[in-house]
């Protein structure tokens, strides 16, 4: 296994309002946790780096009080984007690795539409 | 930081003929190069990694090859089938404090039935 779960898949609300979006392993314990953002054809943007128990290193040019980064268990991250704008929309993925440095697994993606 | 170079970006090949996919990297530092197949609306399924200390790594139809001296590496598919259809990514790992993957721009591969 290596099983990451990551939820809602789809959402399309509103400018203005907060998301947060969940990303879980499943079936194994993850020290580290990743969050990308793509866009369509496109490859993956690293955004951000979290690791359980610490504050996520984000990195350059993404606003870390616009997409608040919290890893608060072993098996959990989650990222609010705070106060969505149409810019905003994009499809996030997050991917979780068992420790720093191993191989990362990836969730599906949530697609994040922002009218 | 890391700059990892893909192509081609579009690859269509005859079901039952080769694929190979190029990468090359430029932080000699880099230790690990995954590979990811990535189909439409879902997010990137590793396929097949490699490590530095290693030059050829092989799962059923699929390889992966890795020169350090020109820092680059190929991902080789045999017997294609329609379901290898998709879009793959090559990325690179740095030993270094950065722990997040610098992934290559993506080929879309096409099998022709």
């Known amino acids: 296994g290596a099983v990451v779960s990551q939820h809602p898949s789809w959402v399309i609300c509103k400018s203005g309002t907060s998301v947060k979006i969940e990303c879980r392993s499943l079936d194994f314990q993850a020290t580290t946790m990743f969050w990308y953002r793509q866009f369509p054809k496109q490859s993956l943007m690293l955004m951000a780096t979290?690791?359980?128990?610490?504050?996520?290193?984000?990195e350059q040019g993404v606003e870390k009080d616009k997409f608040l980064i919290n890893h608060a268990s072993l098996t959990l991250s989650t990222l609010t984007v705070t106060s969505a704008h149409p810019e905003d929309s994009s499809f996030y993925i997050c991917?979780?690795?068992?420790?720093?440095?191993?191989?990362?697994?990836f969730g599906d993606g949530t697609r994040l539409s922002i009218l | 930081g890391e700059n990892v170079e893909q192509h081609p970006s579009t690859l269509s090949v005859q079901e039952g003929d080769s694929a190979v996919i190029k990468c090359t990297y430029s932080?000699?530092?880099?230790?690990?190069f995954p590979w990811y197949k990535q189909e439409l609306g879902k997010g990137p399924q590793l396929i097949i990694d490699?490590?530095?200390?290693?030059g050829e790594k092989k799962d059923q139809r699929i390889a992966v090859t890795l020169n350090k001296t020109a820092k680059h590496f190929s991902l080789h598919i045999t017997e294609t089938q329609p379901e290898d259809s998709a879009v793959y990514f090559c990325a690179a790992y740095s030993g270094g404090g950065a722990d997040g993957l610098t992934f290559g721009k993506g080929t879309h591969l096409i099998i022709q039935p």
């Open positions: 991917s979780a690795s068992r420790e720093a440095r191993q191989p990362q697994h």
């Open positions: 979290s690791n359980e128990g610490s504050k996520a290193t984000y």
């Open positions: 490699i490590r530095s200390n290693v």
């Open positions: 932080d000699s530092a880099s230790n690990y």
